[in-house]
């Protein structure tokens, strides 16, 4: 199978040179000035990468909400919310439906302190009806390193060392979907997903030949492990020896998978759907059969899955199994330089 997919691969490549040269000349487009970008006159900081999910994106912009929480700064948020049911800009702080909204936005809502929030493929016009709503002095703008319409005052871009390529050919090709060059416009590099401390230092050493932006390294830690529809918590040590199964929709499921047996439960089995996978109740009810047949009746699931499952394990009676969520947050390393940096931009741009 391993072999098929080489040499799938490699007949992919023209298209992902192909991909690459697009970009570049997207880039070049807003740098030299013939694409217009625009200013939303309050500073906008950016959490993104140059490839496809599974960066860590979502745990930073949780951080640095509740840093500037922290520091009195009134802040909210602007995403794109994909694979939602609707095109339309929501704007508000509480009651937003994940069909609506998306799974990742309703996530992010249900966690903030009251901070507002807007949703829309145009984030400036999103962000304009943000600022006559709720006038935060601070924006913080999710997966927004390739969104170039809108001007930027801090740019974060998370790079995830497992799936860091050494050549610079983008999707199909690769993981990538920006140019390794776009680096050049980060403020600050965040590493995350480095088990393997030998791959990390290769791969500090590829992005610094692109960016001379400081780095930093991003731990996702795991917050806890919550129940799905009641909300308590349990602790690993409860679990014993007892065997758990993982399911998930996301970009990366090998990371979430290796958090599991990190975290010292017996991971016996899996399912991995694609990301923002949309759950139906007969797959649950399969997963309950395949799981149960291998004696596993608590699952593990994430947190941008579990906007999905909840409603929908509310209206199976059948479905038995225990779900349980794991939620993580981010935790940089050096510990001010986040902060530095932030605060740097609040000042010199919020005047």
């Known amino acids: 199978m391993n072999l098929i997919w080489q040499i799938l691969r490699w ?100 966690e903030l302190q009251g901070e507002p929030l807007a949703v829309g493929r145009d984030r400036y016009a999103a962000g304009k009806k943000l600022l006559e709503r709720y006038r935060p002095e601070v924006l913080i703008l999710d997966d927004g390193f390739q ?59 590829n992005v610094s030949r692109y960016s001379s932006a400081r780095q930093c390294l991003g731990h996702l830690v795991v917050r806890r492990l919550t129940h799905l529809m009641e909300g308590f918590p349990r602790s690993v040590a409860d679990f014993g020896r007892q065997p758990v199964g993982a399911v998930c929709g996301i970009a990366n499921p090998g990371h979430f998978l290796g958090t599991v047996t990190r975290m010292g439960l017996n991971l016996q089995a899996s399912r991995s759907f694609g990301d923002h996978h949309p759950f139906r109740p007969g797959e649950l ?26 409603p929908l394990v509310g209206e199976l009676p059948a479905l038995t199994a225990r779900i349980w969520v794991v939620e993580v947050e981010m935790s940089v390393e050096p510990v001010g330089l986040l902060r530095e940096l932030v605060l740097r931009t609040v000042a010199e741009h919020g005047k």
């Open 147 to 205: 969104h170039r319409q809108l001007a930027r005052d801090l740019d974060i871009c998370m790079v995830d060392v497992s799936r860091w390529p050494h050549h610079p050919f983008l999707v199909p090709f690769s993981h990538l979907r920006d140019n390794k060059n776009s680096l050049a416009r980060a403020g600050l590099i965040v590493f995350t997903k480095f088990e393997d401390p030998a791959a990390l230092e290769r791969v500090r050493l």
């Open 11 to 110: 007949l992919l490549l023209p298209l992902g040179i192909l991909h690459w040269g697009i970009i570049a000349l997207r880039n070049r487009a807003y740098s030299r000035g013939w694409l217009a970008v625009r200013r939303l006159g309050r500073p906008v900081i950016s959490v993104g990468n140059v490839h496809l999910g599974g960066s860590g994106k979502t745990p930073m912009v949780m951080a640095l909400m509740e840093m500037l929480r922290k520091e009195g700064i009134p802040a909210a948020l602007l995403t794109r919310g994909y694979r939602r049911e609707s095109d339309e800009i929501w704007v508000g702080a509480e009651g937003g439906d994940p069909a609506r909204i998306g799974d990742e936005p309703f996530m992010m809502l249900s």
């Open 285 to 310: 009810m399969d997963l309950q059969g395949y799981f149960g047949e291998k004696g596993i009746s608590d699952w593990v699931v994430t947190a941008k899955d579990a906007v999905k499952l909840r």
